[in-house]
């Protein structure tokens, strides 16, 4: 009898990195195993012809919370902020927390939702999922819970965090430990936990076009604008310093999201219209892999980068932000800047269209070899075939 799957996630029908790895992962569960994915998208953005979805016989079930009354919403509202800002972060507190910040209505709205789908394996999408899942896990019986984390440890928790925050850091690990396996994007994040964890990495989730001939004197940068995270602030001011001794190299910028605005007025402040594009998100990004000769990852941040692979496996060299991340991906065959630091990344600029560029192509191939679906896919089956 075929194991039953499923995956929990905020989102499936929208573009994201985190979108289309799950996405790959589940298509490759499917040829196996039935696979469910439980969204909170609204019915009406279904279109499984995005990541290919199509391809796979995957169901897909649609939630969404029932509305928390408002009295109740105020108190528990008054209880997390307690928990958050003054209370000792202890186990009962923790636990207090789980039910003001998760109330019964929704938790056991959600822990239905689960439990009548009789999945032998439920994957939460993100920490936060993740929690909740933990949450739910009294009305769960015997299914293995698997928590799914795909941002850093210290995007997650540090202190200048936009997505959870310090405060919330025992929490999150104490609520976590309840389930079966937790698995995390690196090697330096899982030693980050105060509880063991599984590093699993992100395949190269795109087959490779033809790769890049070195010849075009472009940069290239391709994620989503969300607000800080992937750096093109930075990039940009770093592509200033560098357009000033230099005439010829171009920076395209492959992406969409809120801060476009924002990155044109800096274009236009700058006077490079001419010199950097951005373009929207393509399911033909491969083009822009094959036409660039160097890529560049300005990330204030990273759980685990796909598009570091991507551009590698269409040889292109990678000048990086110097996160733990990265350097675990590339190890000496990164070109590093310190995070956040402009004039780094334009000195880097300097140094890429100086470099033996098909000896560095060559270990970018290399390196990108290493993180072929099969191998990844593998490891995603053990686990889930575990218990």
């Given at each position: 009898?075929?194991?039953?799957?499923?995956?929990?996630?905020?989102?499936?029908?929208?573009?994201?990195?985190?979108?289309?790895?799950?996405?790959?992962?589940?298509?490759?569960?499917?040829?196996?195993?039935?696979?469910?994915?439980?969204?909170?998208?609204?019915?009406?953005?279904?279109d499984?012809?995005?990541y290919?979805?199509?391809?796979?016989?995957?169901?897909?079930?649609?939630?969404?919370?029932?509305?928390?009354?408002?009295w109740?919403?105020?108190?528990?509202?008054?209880?997390?902020?307690?928990?958050?800002?003054?209370?000792?972060?202890?186990?009962?507190?923790s636990?207090?927390?789980?039910?003001?910040?998760?109330?019964?209505?929704?938790?056991?709205?959600?822990?239905?939702?689960?439990?009548?789908?009789?999945?032998?394996?439920?994957?939460?999408?993100?920490?936060?999922?993740?929690v909740?899942?933990a949450?739910?896990?009294?009305?769960?019986?015997?299914?293995?819970?698997?928590?799914?984390?795909?941002?850093?440890?210290?995007?997650?928790?540090?202190?200048?965090?936009?997505?959870?925050?310090?405060?919330?850091?025992?929490?999150?690990?104490?609520?976590?430990?309840?389930?079966?396996?937790?698995?995390?994007?690196?090697?330096?994040?899982?030693?980050?936990?105060?509880?063991?964890?599984?590093v699993?990495?992100?395949?190269?989730?795109?087959?490779?076009?033809?790769?890049?001939?070195?010849?075009?004197?472009?940069?290239?940068?391709?994620?989503?604008?969300?607000?800080?995270?992937?750096?093109?602030?930075?990039?940009?001011?770093?592509?200033?310093?560098?357009?000033?001794?230099?005439?010829?190299?171009?920076?395209?910028?492959?992406?969409?999201?809120?801060?476009?605005?924002?990155?044109?007025?800096?274009?236009?402040?700058?006077?490079?219209?001419?010199?950097i594009?951005?373009?929207?998100?393509?399911?033909?990004?491969?083009?822009?892999?094959?036409?660039?000769?160097?890529?560049?990852?300005?990330?204030?941040?990273e759980?685990?980068?796909?598009v570091?692979?991507?551009?590698?496996s269409?040889g292109?060299?990678v000048?990086?932000?110097?996160?733990?991340?990265?350097?675990?991906?590339?190890?000496?065959?990164?070109?590093?800047?310190?995070?956040?630091?402009?004039?780094g990344?334009?000195?880097?600029?300097?140094?890429?269209?100086?470099?033996?560029?098909?000896?560095?192509?060559?270990?970018?191939?290399?390196?990108?070899s290493?993180?072929?679906?099969?191998?990844?896919?593998?490891?995603?089956?053990?686990?889930?075939?575990?218990?």
């Open positions: 009898m075929k194991k039953r799957i499923c995956f929990l996630t905020d989102s499936i029908f929208t573009i994201g990195g985190v979108q289309r790895v799950t996405a790959v992962i589940a298509k490759e569960l499917a040829k196996t195993a039935d696979v469910t994915i439980v969204t909170l998208d609204q019915p009406q953005l279904k499984t012809t995005l290919q979805l199509h391809e796979a016989s995957i169901d897909y079930r649609f939630f969404q919370y029932p509305e928390t009354h408002p109740k919403l105020k108190c528990c509202k008054a209880y997390s902020y307690l928990y958050r800002k003054h209370l000792p972060q202890t186990r009962f507190t636990a207090l927390y789980s039910h003001s910040s998760f109330p019964a209505e929704k938790r056991n709205a959600l822990a239905n939702e689960l439990s009548d789908g009789h999945y032998d394996v439920i994957i939460g999408v993100h920490a936060p999922l993740a909740r899942l949450a739910c896990k009294p009305k769960l019986g015997n299914a293995k819970l698997i928590g799914w984390i795909h941002n850093s440890y210290k995007a997650l928790f540090g202190e200048k965090s936009l997505y959870i925050g310090p405060e919330l850091r025992v929490h999150y690990e104490l609520q976590l430990q309840k389930l079966a396996a937790t698995v995390v994007l690196s090697q330096f994040d899982a030693h980050q936990y105060s509880f063991p964890t599984q699993i990495y992100n395949p190269l989730t795109l087959t490779p076009g033809k790769p890049s001939t070195g010849t075009s004197k472009k940069f290239l940068s391709v994620g989503r604008f969300a607000k800080l995270h992937k750096g093109y602030d930075l990039l940009i001011e770093a592509f200033r310093i560098f357009a000033r001794d230099n005439q010829e190299w171009t920076l395209d910028i492959v992406g969409e999201g809120v801060e476009e605005p924002d990155y044109r007025r800096l274009i236009s402040k700058h006077h490079l219209e001419n010199r594009h951005i373009h929207p998100f393509t399911n033909h990004i491969q083009q822009y892999y094959a036409d660039a000769q160097v890529y560049i990852l300005s990330s204030r941040w759980g685990m980068p796909l570091l692979m991507e551009a590698m269409h292109l060299p000048i990086a932000s110097d996160l733990p991340v990265c350097q675990e991906i590339m190890g000496d065959e990164g070109m590093y800047f310190s995070v956040g630091d402009v004039n990344m334009a000195r880097r600029m300097v140094e890429a269209t100086q470099m033996d560029w098909q000896e560095k192509s060559k270990h970018a191939l290399k390196i990108a290493h993180f072929n679906l099969a191998s990844i896919i593998n490891q995603w089956r053990q686990l889930t075939d575990e218990g």
